[in-house]
Nanobody, 123 residues
């Protein structure tokens, strides 16, 4: 059974940091790309970042570049998203996604989705 299990969401103050993790089960992790989407209340889901596990190519949304870092631990089938300098606009549910390739901005192209983890940034 394919599963993506997120963890690390929390309540944090503006300017703080969080590290999200996504543990993957049930598919060939090394052959897939794993990424993150997020959804704020009343807004559409938007791409955050993605990494291709076979060659570590990465993608970042403009709002994430320079503040967020995605990394992959292939030995543990886990992807991490380090988020620094958090802002109130970063509040939302963060979803881990997986597919054969990164598809920036196209949530329909991802085969697998996790249940999400809540990130709340308070001012």
């Amino acid at each position: 059974e394919v599963q993506l299990v997120e963890s690390g969401g929390d309540l944090v103050q503006t300017g703080g940091s969080l590290r999200l993790s996504c543990a993957a089960y049930g598919f060939g992790f090394d052959d897939y790309a794993v990424g993150w989407f997020r959804q704020a209340p009343g807004k559409e889901r938007e791409a955050v970042s993605c990494i291709t596990n076979s060659d570590d190519r990465t993608y970042y949304a403009d709002f994430a570049r320079g503040r967020f870092t995605i990394s992959s631990d292939n030995a543990k089938n886990t992807v991490h998203l380090q988020m620094n300098s958090l802002k109130s606009d970063d509040t939302g549910v963060y979803y881990c996604v997986a597919s054969r390739e990164c598809h920036p901005g196209d949530p329909r192209s991802y085969e697998y989705w996790g249940q999400g983890t809540q990130v709340t940034v308070s001012s």
